[in-house]
């Protein structure tokens, strides 16, 4: 049986390699429910972190599949040992989800903390990201039909909602994309990824912080003055929402001009009533077309360009599952990819922009030096730091 014990604090020292070879210490206090194990048990389980047992690769480090004593089937996420900002996201994350069940959230199993070694242990899921499986650029062998999709839809609604309204204090992810959501055996969809998490008490009604998450997802609220609320995860979703329904990526450059951007291709078509035609073609047409042209006008309605015209998490799932209707008279034009794109970037020491952070999940892609003004097929994997 894989070696493991229940903690509630500890502390980590970690040697960061820079000229000074300060030493790290950092203490994580009040965890519970997450198995601390040795690093020797997890070589075994990888069979040495070998190449044929690689899932994933980011920024961060890599995601292994392995096969405990118990016979249980683990996602193994190694971080760099030269990243320091890989430690923040690792105790983040446990921080974060130590305590946290839902069917729409993975599991964190547990984690090592021996020297600078820096691992977490979650549940495996089969099926990789939809970002891998669905906006990939490769063919997957699963089939994507309707009633799939808008499970996946739902799903990832439940457990957002589960983190912004009945976890305390409230629990913002940050980072919401297609990467980020892993799907099960039975295609069930799984958030995951919460390094860049933030808790927002419930007397708050905002954090400022520096900005942190994906081009494409970012709300333009958010981007520009770091202004952290729920309805930054509300406007990812929507994107999210927007690029399921179309099975294509919120950002494509290779297209022609006036259709790059998913969000102004979808207002355009929204105000000549043509939504249905954004429908993914790969459905050939085996679709409800009403409901798809709801879920796209819900993904309008969460990317409004004022977070207080999108709805809470709840109404979403409301509006999803048909008990309430869009009211179309609070439609106005989204907060645009292409206005971000477009700003006038002038970095200071304390506003550069960091291109470098990939968040890794099962399978994390995307470019690692990014220009704002770039052209690319698709950066909407890419993650940004200021």
Known sequence: ML????????????????????????????????????????????????????????????????????????????LSSESSQGLKEFLTEIQVISDVEHENLVKLYGCCVEGNQKILVYNYLENNSLAQTLLGNGHSRIQFSWRTRVNICIGVANGLAHLHEEMTPHIVHRDIKASNILLDKDLTPKISDFGLAKLIPP?????????????????????????????????????????????????????????????????????RRELVTLVDTSLNGDFDAEQACRFLKIGLLCTQDSPKLRPSMSAVIQLLSGEKNVDENKLTRPGLISDLMDMKVRPTPKTELDFNHISSSYTSSGSEHLDLTSSMANFSQATMVV
């Open 203 to 271: 007397e708050m009604t905002h954090v400022s912080t520096r900005v942190a998450g994906t081009l494409g997802y970012l709300a333009p609220e958010y981007a520009m003055v770091g202004k952290l609320t729920r309805k930054a995860d509300i406007y990812s979703f929507g994107v999210l929402l927007i690029e399921i329904v179309t099975g294509r990526c919120n950002t494509n450059m290779r297209l022609p001009t006036d259709e790059q951007y998913i969000l102004e291709r979808i207002w355009q078509l929204y105000k």
């Open 3 to 78: 070696e493991h014990r229940n903690f509630s604090s500890f502390n980590i020292f970690v040697c960061i390699d820079n000229p000074n070879k300060v030493e790290l210490q950092t203490e994580l206090s009040g965890v519970h429910n997450v198995n601390l194990y040795s690093y020797k048990k997890l070589r075994i389980a990888t069979d040495d972190f070998s190449q044929t047992n690689k899932i994933g690769e980011g920024g961060f480090g890599s995601v292994y599949k392995g096969k405990l004593k118990t016979g249980q089937m683990a996602a193994i996420k190694v």
